[in-house]
């Protein structure tokens, strides 16, 4: 029974809700070096091709609590062009989400040589998630006109636009996702547009042998009109086998949302601190970020863990593409 009702909350809280997150939800995967994540302009801005694959779970000690995969490849296609493809898995209670996306972004090289990184570049994603709602085990003594006690599915197609700036060590990102309008009639009751998310990132690298890259990433949802903002600081050292590298991001919502407290009504602003660490040796990245919320109200104690595992391949005999210190950039 309490399987069944921790169920039914998370479908109602994170489903109805988790409209703004309609497709791959922006956590923290950017910061393991996974732009291409977030922004299809970053498709091939490397030399060679880049493969994430990331796996992310909240609350051990709750049932069907939410949790998202993600695996990603994008390859550099000539000078001027990147292609990538994105499959995700993303769950919380008994709803679901499975889509596959396709990329093309296009250079330009806008001064210097090859060596050069002075770059604007455009990105087009294009893909298809299916989305679903199982009611099949929901129970109720008196029959429920919104229980269909079947499992609700749909699909629907979608685009993502972005554009993206590197000039060296600075970097500026920007992204329309969800672009189309594309209604997805899931529940019984309404049907949930699929909503547009327009993100903004940027950020500069300083140092050369230990190295400090502040940024911040700022989202809008339109239909909501919910924001927040991330203010991330990373820290990179070379080492003899690689680069170690560790930071620290907190994530703040502008918008609030009230319960009631003894006597009177409080207001709680989304706050999570999210530390991470990871290591590049060779082709391989590995990366750990633990994310905790803070404030009154929270479901649970326990915070939301996230693995990325990365490899990089095809880069020339010659070492790094780019005289810069822009691990973005550079394989």
């Known amino acids: 029974m309490r399987r069944y009702l921790t169920s039914f909350i998370l479908t109602v809280v994170f489903g109805l809700a988790g409209k703004a997150q309609e497709g791959i939800p922006v956590y923290f995967d950017y910061l393991a070096d996974n732009y291409y994540l977030v922004y299809p302009s970053m498709a091939g801005i490397a030399e060679g091709t880049k493969i994430r694959l990331t796996a992310r779970k909240q609350w051990f000690n709750v049932d069907e609590a ?181 930071g620290l991001s907190y994530r703040r919502s502008f918008d609030g949302a009230q319960f009631l407290t003894n006597g009177g009504v409080g207001e709680q602003r989304l706050q999570l601190f999210t530390p991470i660490v990871g290591v590049n040796v060779n082709r391989f990245l590995f990366s750990y970020n633990y994310s905790y919320q803070t404030g009154d109200i929270r479901f649970d104690n326990g915070g939301f863990h996230q693995i990325t595992l990365g490899y990089d391949f095809g880069q020339s005999d010659q070492g790094k593409r780019y005289d810069c210190y822009c691990p973005a950039a550079n394989n």
């Open 66 to 246: 939410p949790s998202l995969q993600t695996v990603n490849l994008n390859s550099r296609v000539g000078e001027r062009s990147g292609v990538g493809a994105i499959m995700f898995n993303d769950r919380n209670g008994y709803h679901s989400q499975t889509g596959f996306k396709a990329t093309y972004a296009h250079h330009l090289q806008l001064a210097g040589d090859f060596r050069t990184l002075n770059q604007l570049s455009f990105g087009l994603s294009a893909g298809v998630i299916l989305s679903s709602l199982d009611e099949t085990e929901f129970r109720s003594v008196i029959p429920d006109p919104v229980i269909t006690g079947t499992k609700n599915t749909t699909s629907y197609f979608n685009v993502d636009l972005g554009v993206s700036y590197n000039i060296f060590e600075f970097y500026a990102h920007a992204a329309v996702l969800n672009l189309l309008g594309s209604g997805r009639d899931l529940y019984s009751l309404a049907e949930f547009d699929n909503l547009r998310r327009y993100l903004f990132s940027v950020g500069y690298v300083f140092g050369n042998k230990t190295r400090i890259e502040p940024s911040i990433l700022f989202q809008l949802t339109e239909f909501t009109q919910e924001k927040t903002l991330d203010i991330n600081a990373k820290v990179y050292r070379d080492v003899s086998f690689g680069t170690v590298w560790a």
